[in-house]
């Protein structure tokens, strides 16, 4: 036996091996166009019942945040009021909240910065159903607060709705109420 009929012999008894389909299979592994479209329209049926919870979610987060940094500078307008035995107010001005402390100088000293809620969280804040246009709470050095009456907050974004009660002592109060 010559050693191209050796050769020749080998050939035709080859195993396939994976790099080698057996004839009449494909010769490219992959997935094919309309199995890569299946998957993209479940894909997209999936995200349109969904985008929409995910929506809402979003909108009832940035109102619970926007609900918390507003009592947080209410009670550091409180307790920095009491701290250094100065008067200390809180003021919401058009959706801007902020709080300070007044010195004996007659100078104010921010103790918490200016913050925009309509354009850092998008929510609207009202004060019984309309805006604050010059809203303010002081604060004397014992941490009493001189509101006179309670006032309710109301934060608003896309209709989700909640609200923060301060009793007429500068006091976030568990309910609203004379």
Not at 35 to 49: P, Y
Not at 112 to 118: D, E, G, N, P, T
Not at 131 to 151: A, L
Request: with cysteine; charged share 15%; proline share 5%.
């Amino acid at each position: 036996m010559t050693s191209s009929a050796f050769y020749a012999r080998a050939r035709d008894h080859r195993i396939p091996s994976p790099a080698r389909p057996i004839s009449g299979a494909r010769s490219r592994a992959g997935f094919s166009l309309i199995e890569t479209m299946v998957v993209l329209v479940i894909a997209g049926i999936a995200m349109s019942i969904s985008l929409p919870k995910f929506a809402g979610m979003r909108d009832r987060m940035s109102v619970r945040s926007a609900k918390q940094q507003f009592a947080s500078y209410l009670a550091t307008a409180r307790a920095a009021a009491i701290r250094q035995s100065q008067s200390g107010q809180f003021h919401a001005n058009n959706n801007t909240i902020w709080s300070n402390v007044n010195q004996p100088n007659g100078t104010n000293i921010n103790v918490s910065k200016a913050v925009s809620l309509m354009t850092a969280r998008r929510v609207a804040v009202t004060l019984g159903g309309s805006p604050p246009s010059q809203d303010s709470i002081v604060f004397d050095s014992r941490g009493m607060g001189s509101t006179g009456s309670s006032r309710t907050y109301v934060f608003t974004r896309n209709g989700i709705k909640d609200s923060i009660c301060v009793s007429r002592l500068g006091l976030i109060a568990p309910t609203c109420g004379p």
